[in-house]
T-cell receptor, first 112, second 112 residues
């Protein structure tokens, strides 16, 4: 079993839709959770960062962490064609951890 | 501001040839440095990380090696490339204790 599972998609939705991206994990010691966005042929860029359980909102993006279910989500409201990218979840045991564990990435396309 | 440079962007190499990928970080000192590989449709696999000059930790045994000859320089090498070494190689840095990583733009390596 992989430490982090993420549906690779692809996921295609119309412009303006609400998008839900999800990851599950098996290591209950994970405390720091991140979402990265990766455009084609580019390096990933940090989108959201959360600690422990709860919600965090940044503009059209909301990250949710449910540690009891070992489940994290990223919601995108009013999706735009520019949101088309691969979204990777990542997590670590502590902030000083030398490595992040990444999900496989979900390829998202927003259709105009 | 801090920037990370990675080159070349694209590389096609024959099986059995050597490899040298270079990554440099500007605008910071004593960064934690990382090499990741991303195979098609798969997540990021950590290859090496370094917390200081000459300090290299290897995550997976393979045909690759890494070196850190200077504080802000990280090099990924191979003496003889294999077909299975093809992939998208990403360098990343993180300031100790900070959140997440900052990735370079990546090198797409194709071994033929």
């Amino acid at each position: 079993q992989k430490e982090v599972e993420q549906d690779p998609g692809p996921l295609s939705v119309p412009e303006g839709a609400i998008v839900s991206l999800n990851c599950t994990y098996s290591n209950s010691a994970f405390q720091y959770f991140m979402w990265y966005r990766q455009y084609s042929r580019k390096g990933p860029e940090l989108l959201m960062y959360t600690y422990s359980s709860g919600n965090k909102e940044d503009g059209r993006f909301t990250a949710q962490v449910d540690k009891s279910s070992k489940y994290i989500s990223l919601f995108i409201r009013d999706s735009q064609p520019s949101d088309s990218a691969t979204y990777l979840c990542a997590m670590s045991v502590n902030q000083g951890a030398q490595k992040l564990v990444f999900g496989q990435g979900t390829r998202l396309t927003i259709n105009p | 501001s801090q920037t990370i440079h990675q080159w070349p962007a694209t590389l096609v190499q024959p099986v059995g040839s050597p490899l040298s990928l270079e990554c440099t970080v500007e605008g910071t000192s004593n960064p934690n440095l990382y090499w990741y590989r991303q195979a098609a449709g798969r997540g990021l696999q950590l290859l090496f990380y370094s917390v200081g000059i000459g300090q290299i930790s290897s995550e997976v045994p393979q045909n690759l090696s890494a070196s850190r000859p200077q504080d802000r320089q990280f090099i990924l090498s191979s003496k003889k490339l294999l077909l299975s070494d093809s992939g998208f190689y990403l360098c990343a840095w993180r300031r100790g204790g900070s959140r997440g990583y900052t990735f370079g733009s990546g090198t797409r390596l194709t071994v033929v």
